[in-house]
């Protein structure tokens, strides 16, 4: 069983650019959700892709937008870059439909805007 | 706003003792609470989860509490050893909303 992957690793990108972060969710796994996660802070949930679509989202603006394929691996895109996005992003997918609703996290990638 | 709060920035354990790591939240609407785990350079990593409608759940050495009167919940580990060093993350899940929530983190040290 293959766990949650993420790339790239690591990016720098200056302000006023865009990014796209890439996520592949595990094995069987339907549903997976992008979070961002600020230095001594704890990972703020950006949104949740089910079945394609976006089911949930938290207080992000519009710049942060996401995709997820027909095989369940997602994209996260944010455009006009700013200082404070930099942050460790992580991916996190879960099988919609079970019992229980813990998260398999990816290892993250570290964005650095200057 | 923090509706997820965990008020010990950080913790200090001897091995073999128990580690009590403690979560408060402001929102009745969560139906799951989660407890994660991080070691540096990783992606959180799932440990134990309760319903809302539980006040126990256990597994090995982690137990969670729920105690939805006080809008509280603790981890329990027992017995603590060093490779449980390293920061934990409550999160707290609505199914209404279909967001997690996380606390802010404790950093556990187990110390040999």
């Known amino acids: 069983e293959t766990g949650v992957t993420q790339s790239p690793t690591h990016l720098i990108k200056t302000r006023g650019q865009q990014v796209t972060l890439r996520c592949s969710s595990q094995?069987?796994?339907?549903?997976v959700s992008w979070y961002q996660q600020a230095l001594g802070q704890g990972p703020q949930f950006i949104f949740q892709y089910y079945r394609e679509e976006e089911n949930g989202r938290g207080n992000f603006p519009p710049r942060f937008s996401g995709l997820q394929f027909p095989n369940y691996s997602s994209e996260l895109n944010v455009n006009a870059l700013e200082l404070d996005d930099s942050a460790l992003y992580l991916c996190?997918?879960?099988?919609?439909?079970?019992?229980?609703?813990?998260?398999?996290f990816g290892p993250g990638t570290r964005l650095t805007v200057t | 706003d923090q509706q997820v709060k965990q008020n010990s920035p950080s913790l200090s354990v001897q091995e073999g003792r128990i580690s009590i790591l403690n979560c408060d939240y402001t929102?009745?609407?969560?139906?799951?609470f989660l407890w994660y785990k991080k070691y540096p350079a990783e992606g959180p990593t799932f440990l134990i989860s309760?319903?809302?409608?539980?006040d126990k759940n256990e597994d090995g050495r982690f137990t969670v509490f729920l105690n939805k009167s006080a809008k509280h919940l603790s981890l329990h580990i027992v017995p603590s050893q060093p490779g449980d060093s390293a920061v934990y993350f409550c999160?707290?899940?609505?199914?209404?909303?279909?967001?997690?929530?996380f606390g802010t983190g404790t950093r556990l040290k187990v110390l040999a």
């Open positions: 929102n009745s609407m969560f139906d799951y």
């Open positions: 996190a997918s879960r099988r919609e439909g079970l019992a229980g609703v813990e998260q398999y």
């Open positions: 999160a707290a899940y609505s199914s209404g909303t279909y967001k997690y929530i």
């Open positions: 094995s069987g796994h339907n549903t």
């Open positions: 309760i319903s809302s409608i539980k």
